[in-house]
T-cell receptor, first 113, second 113 residues
Framework: ETGVTQSPTHLIKTRGQQVTLRCSSQ?????VSWYQQALGQGPQFIFQ???????GRGNFPPRFSGLQFPNYSSELNVNALELDDSALYLC????????????FGEGSRLTVL | DAKTTQPNSMESNEEEPVHLPCNHS???????IHWYRQLPSQGPEYVIH???SNVNNRMASLAIAEDRKSSTLILHRATLRDAAVYYC??????????????FGTGTRLTVIP
């Protein structure tokens, strides 16, 4: 087991609503990354947090935001949900911000109606 | 981002070796080659990585061409549990936020009993 846990595992929202997804990183890991995976596609990088600060961001609008807490757990917040936000959201933790060796959780599947 | 090219799909018989190719002709001198795989309904799983020399671990072997423009992931004896999408990814540890992994669409490996 990777030790990365995400919640909730599944959720359904409607357009315009807001959602918060949570992630507990593997013990000792200080870096958290979030990815979005649409059906049939590979995961896409949203952003990374290291020492509670965002230090890398992919091509996602500002309505995608996040937090990292002192215990290295993290949240992903998405405002003003759109239908295209329906996807599997994956959290990954790593020991350090530049290792390339990530440990992924099983994801939160979001459906926007 | 330096990109990789992989076949969309491959098949292998159970208990036979599998060679998964990856081309990365624009790789830079400091880029690492990472392989991840994603089993159905799970998050991606780290498999192996290397820089210049061939690498072995309990899961697989990574053979890197001398000019580093291509690499091959080798599963020595495919099992049904190895059926997954395999992603070849280049990472740049010199860059902040280097955990921004570009997954692409990967190679879907089917293992035939």
């Amino acid at each position: 087991e990777t030790g990365v846990t995400q919640s909730p595992t599944h959720l359904i929202k409607t357009r315009g609503q807001q959602v918060t997804l949570r992630c507990s990183s593997q013990s000792g890991h200080n870096t958290v990354s979030w990815y979005q995976q649409a059906l049939g596609q590979g995961p896409q990088f949203i952003f990374q947090y290291y020492r509670e600060e965002e230090n890398g961001r992919g091509n996602f609008p500002p309505r995608f935001s996040g937090l990292q807490f002192p215990n290295y757990s993290s949240e992903l917040n998405v405002n003003a949900l759109e239908l295209d936000d329906s996807a599997l959201y994956l959290c990954a933790s790593s020991l350090g911000q530049r290792t390339g060796e990530l440990f992924f959780g099983e994801g939160s599947r979001l459906t926007v109606l | 981002d330096a990109k990789t090219t992989q076949p969309n799909s491959m098949e292998s018989n159970e208990e036979e070796p599998v060679h998964l190719p990856c081309n990365h002709s624009t790789i830079s001198g400091t880029d690492y080659i990472h392989w991840y795989r994603q089993l159905p309904s799970q998050g991606p799983e780290y498999v192996i990585h290397g820089l210049t020399s061939n690498v072995n671990n309990r899961m697989a072997s990574l053979a890197i061409a001398e000019d580093r423009k291509s690499s091959t992931l080798i599963l020595h004896r495919a099992t049904l549990r190895d059926a997954a999408v395999y992603y070849c990814i280049l990472t740049s540890p010199d860059q902040t936020g280097a955990n921004n992994l570009f997954f692409g669409t990967g190679t879907r490996l089917t293992v035939i009993p």
